[in-house]
C-alpha cells in the first residue's frame, strides 16, 4: 500500500532546520573563538543547586531526581539535602584548592531558604545562574505565557535579592524550554541560557540570546547515577574529552567548550571527593585548560562573534 501524498506535504521542509529560532551553522563554516592568554579549552563547571519540595507536582512533569516512592519520601528528601547540607561545601572547598572558578546554577529557593549559601557562593568569587524557582518549576509547552514570565521573573529576583546581582544566566530544569522561553529570556535581560546541548561552541538565537551548550553526557548524574559507572571512569572520560578537544582545537585554529555538570547529592559523595579534587587538578595542570564561569564564556564569545 503505498503512502498517501499528503503525507509528503510538511510546511516545515527546506534546507536546514524544522524552526527559525537559529539557523543552521555548522562548526566548520563559524568565526574562529580564541580564548584569553591562548588557552584552547574552555572548562565550565556548572554545579545544579537545587531545592526539592517534599511533595512533587507532575505538571507539566516531574522534575528527574524529585521524590519517588510513596510520599513522604525521607529516602530520597535526605539524599537530596545532603547535597546542600554537605556536599555542596566538599565541592567549595575543592575549587578553592584548585583555584577554580564555576558557575552555581540556583533555585530561587535556596537564596529564600538558605540565602548563607548563595552568599558563601558569592564571597568565593563564583557566578550565580537562575535554576527556576524550585524543583517544581519546571517549563514545557503548555504552560501559560504569563506563569512562564513569573516563573522566571520570581526566580531572578529572589538571586538577585540574596547575591547582589541579577543573574545573567538561565538553566531550566532539565534543560526543558517551551516555545516562549527563548522570547522570554531575551525580552527579561538575561544574557545566556545553558539548555541547548548541541555544540561544543556557544551560539545565537535568531532574537539574540545566546546559548552557552551544558553537554548531558558528561554529567555526574549521566555518567555515575544513569550509567552507574566509577567516579574513576568518571574522571577519564573528561580528561578524554579534554585532550580530544584540544587536539581539534590546535587542528581547527578555534578553542573549544568543555563543559562538567555536577551535582552536589551525587559527586559530593566522600568516596569520590579524592577521585574528583584530582580530576581538577589534572585540568589545571594542562596548559590549553582556561577555567571559565559561563559569563566569562559569553563575554569572550559576543566579543569576537
Known amino acids: 500500500m ?3 501524498p499528503t503525507y509528503l ?14 539557523a543552521y551553522e555548522p562548526l566548520p563554516t563559524r568565526t574562529p573563538i580564541a580564548w584569553p592568554d591562548g588557552k584552547t579549552v574552555a572548562t565550565w563547571i556548572v554545579v545544579s543547586l537545587e531545592w526539592f519540595p517534599i511533595t512533587p507536582e507532575d505538571t507539566p512533569f516531574r522534575a528527574p531526581g524529585h521524590m519517588q516512592t510513596a510520599y513522604p519520601d525521607y529516602r530520597h528528601y535526605t539524599a537530596r539535602e545532603y547535597g546542600t547540607r554537605v556536599g555542596f561545601y566538599r565541592l567549595l572547598d575543592a575549587f578553592a584548592k584548585a583555584g577554580v572558578r564555576v558557575s552555581v546554577a540556583a533555585n530561587g529557593a535556596i537564596a529564600e531558604r538558605y540565602p548563607s549559601i548563595i552568599r558563601d557562593v558569592v564571597a568565593a568569587g563564583h557566578e550565580i545562574i537562575a535554576h527556576s524557582t524550585d524543583m517544581n518549576g519546571t517549563i514545557a509547552s503548555g ?13 531572578l529576583d529572589a538571586l538577585e535579592r540574596v547575591a547582589g546581582t541579577r543573574p545573567r544566566g538561565w538553566h531550566s530544569i532539565a534543560r526543558s524550554q517551551s516555545f516562549n522561553t527563548v522570547p522570554l529570556l531575551k525580552e527579561l535581560g538575561v544574557d545566556y541560557c545553558v539548555d541547548w546541548a548541541n555544540d561544543e561552541l556557544p551560539w545565537r538565537f535568531a532574537n539574540g540570546l545566546v546559548n552557552v551548550p551544558l553537554n548531558h553526557e558528561l554529567s555526574d548524574r549521566q555518567i555515575l547515577n544513569v550509567q552507574q559507572q566509577s567516579v574513576d571512569s568518571y574522571a577519564e572520560q573528561i580528561l578524554d574529552a579534554h ?31 579524592d577521585a574528583f579534587e584530582a580530576l581538577l587538578a589534572a585540568l589545571a595542570s594542562r596548559p590549553q585548560t582556561w577555567f571559565a564561569t559561563g559569563g566569562d564564556v559569553f563575554d569572550q564569545f559576543t566579543a569576537q562573534c
Open 9 to 22: 506535504d510538511y510546511a516545515r521542509r527546506r534546507l536546514g532546520y524544522d524552526h527559525d529560532l537559529y
Open 2 to 4: 503505498s503512502l498517501d
Open 243 to 273: 585532550d580530544w578537544l584540544g587536539k581539534e582545537a590546535e587542528a581547527q585554529g578555534s578553542g573549544r567548550l568543555l563543559p562538567l555538570h555536577l551535582t552536589p547529592y551525587i559527586v559530593g559523595l566522600p568516596y569520590r571527593m
Open 143 to 155: 504552560l501559560p505565557v504569563d506563569e512562564e514570565r513569573t516563573l522566571i521573573t520570581t526566580s
